[in-house]
């Protein structure tokens, strides 16, 4: 799951564990108010199907929780794809990447992952420019996702992104910036493929805010879709992980889709670009 969070007025911290459990003392993300920071974790779901988020900041906070995958349950079990992890290799070095472009990566027979056989791969991606933007890591062939793999600006933004291969094992990167920026990508780790095609079926946020006029404990919906709000010091939220569905790592690793928009800019070296995703409300 890719957790992301902007502070409202303030910096803060992020606790992401499974519901009907002791709040832990680890953090899932440290936020900021300049931009949105991201961070990928893996998230154990507690008894009832859900999990808890905690925003122990001084101050509100706006936070996305992105679902890119699942692992079977059951001591034992042995269906799904199986992780290989790898020594971490560059495979993209300073990649320059025009305002809204969008660059086709191959991924297969780079840096350790085989070529052939490979569902998703794991990556880190890092991403730096002369004004603030966003990075979207999708699998190529496929829609623009709604969601963003790292905000970036001028002091570089990183995260680790589990990414499903597309056409030809390639992966899409798409600057959704109003300027150019510059890329880089190691690859840490791959899916391999395992089974018959589970069904596809969509994801979705849940939105929530909380206001000063409204009771304690009580929530009015967001003026900022996809966006919740959660309250400062110490409050949480059950989410429940069955509203949030996501295909199953036994067979592929999913981003989620936008609604189709027009056609932008992009590199020469690119055929078929991706419509960019709306902008967020700040």
């Not at 900041?57 to 992780?83: E, F, M, Q, R």
């Not at 969601?147 to 499903?164: C, E, H, P, R």
């Not at 919740?228 to 992980?241: D, G, K, M, W």
């Amino acid at each position: 799951m890719n957790v992301s969070g902007k502070g409202n007025s303030a910096t803060g911290a992020l606790i992401v564990y499974p519901s009907g459990a002791s709040q832990p003392t680890s953090v899932a993300l440290r936020y900021r108010t300049a931009t949105f920071l991201h961070n990928m974790v893996f998230a154990k779901v507690g008894a009832d199907g859900k999990i808890k988020v905690t925003n122990t900041g001084s101050a509100p906070v706006k936070i996305n929780l992105d679902v890119l995958g699942y692992t079977p349950g059951g001591i034992g079990n042995s269906s799904g794809s199986t992780y290989v992890p790898l020594s971490s290799t560059q495979i993209l070095t300073n990649q320059f990447l025009g305002a809204l472009a969008n660059h086709e990566l191959t991924v297969l027979g780079q840096g350790g992952v085989p070529s052939s056989d490979v569902e998703a791969v794991a990556v880190n991606v890092r991403a730096t420019s002369t004004s603030t933007g966003a990075l979207r890591v999708y699998a190529a062939g496929e829609t623009l996702p709604l969601d963003a793999t790292i905000d970036y600006s001028s002091a570089a933004g990183q995260n680790l992104a589990v990414v499903k291969l597309g056409t030809n094992g390639k992966i899409n990167l798409h600057n959704q910036g109003l300027f150019s920026a510059k890329i880089w990508v190691d690859v840490v780790g791959y899916f391999t493929k395992s089974g018959p095609d589970p069904p596809t079926v969509g994801s979705s946020r849940r939105t929530w805010r909380r206001t000063s006029a409204s009771p304690r404990g009580r929530r009015t919906p967001s003026p900022c879709p996809g966006r919740p709000v959660l309250p400062p010091r110490a409050s949480n939220r059950s989410l429940s992980a069955s509203t949030r569905s996501a295909p199953s790592l036994e067979r592929s690793v999913s981003t989620r889709r936008a609604p189709p928009t027009p056609a932008c800019r992009h590199s020469a070296s690119t055929p078929t670009p991706p419509p960019p995703a709306p902008p967020w409300p700040s």
